[in-house]
Structure formats: C-alpha cells, structure tokens
C-alpha cells in the first residue's frame, strides 16, 4: 500500500473542490484511484532518499507534487501544453527528490556521545551541514611527507 500523501479533502484544499467534481461528474474519473495511483509514484522517487514510511514532514513536503500528478491525471484526456507541463515539472521534482538534488527535510537522530558511531549520518539526509569526515588521518607533518 502506498503512503497516504494526500487524501481528498487536503486534495481539493491544494486543487480546489471544483476540479474534483468536474473531473467525477464530467469526465467519470476515478478520483480514489488517480490519488492512489499518484501516492504510488512517488514513493518510488522518495524512497531512493529517505526510509519508508517518510516522516510526517516528508509527506507534507511531497503532498503538493502529488496533488499536481492527480490534478494532471484527472484531466489527461484534455490535450493541453500547460497541463503537460505542469506534470513534467512534478515529475522533475520527483527525480530531483530521487537523485538527491532536492533534499526532504527529516527530523535528524540525535549523535550518541556515549557511543563511538556517527548515529546522526544514519537517519539520512537532514537540513543543514553535518561535519564531514576525513578518510585519511594524518597526525603530524611526517605522515605527508613518508
């Protein structure tokens, strides 16, 4: 089962209530399934970057590139540039998420200074700057020059 990104209500709060019933009673469009069916998709891209299920902060982050695949999908059998646009631009933005290239905000674990390991790298990516760590050690001048 995909992660509930959206659900209608918060869908019709981010699309409008009208392209809803449009798409329903004009089109016989399945709302429920287009919603399922995007809620799908983007867990292939977010789950290349962070665990599943995504924190409650990377839903809400993903939830208005989900709405722009539903609203997209509700009117695919209306050709239009625009709309095929804005889809490309969401899908964009997936790839990005996947690639790391737009990174989701995850609260970060918290370093355990009891203990040796880095317990903060493994929650995955987090805002902000983390110190990076050298993968050689050199300890005195001598070790450059051996």
Do not use: W
């Not at 004009?26 to 287009?34: F, R």
């Not at 665990?51 to 208005?64: G, L, N, R």
């Not at 933005?93 to 493994?122: F, K, N, Q, Y």
């Amino acid at each position: 089962m995909a992660t509930p990104y959206i659900d209608r209500d918060k869908l019709a709060s981010l699309v409008g209530a009208k392209p809803l019933a449009d798409a329903e009673q004009q089109m016989g469009a399945n709302v429920d399934a287009v919603i399922a069916a995007a809620c799908a998709t983007a867990d292939g891209y977010v789950r290349k970057q962070v665990a599943m299920p995504p924190s409650t902060e990377a839903i809400d982050q993903v939830a208005p590139i989900v709405a722009e695949l539903v609203y997209t999908g509700l009117k695919a059998n209306v050709p239009n540039p625009e709309l095929t646009k804005r889809r490309e631009m969401a899908l964009r933005a997936l790839r990005d998420i996947a690639s790391g290239a737009l990174v989701l905000h995850t609260t970060p674990t918290v370093d355990d200074p009891a203990t040796p390991e880095d317990e903060s790298a493994e929650a995955g990516p987090a805002c902000g700057s983390a110190p990076r760590r050298m993968t050689r050690r050199y300890t005195c001048r001598e070790d450059f020059d051996a």
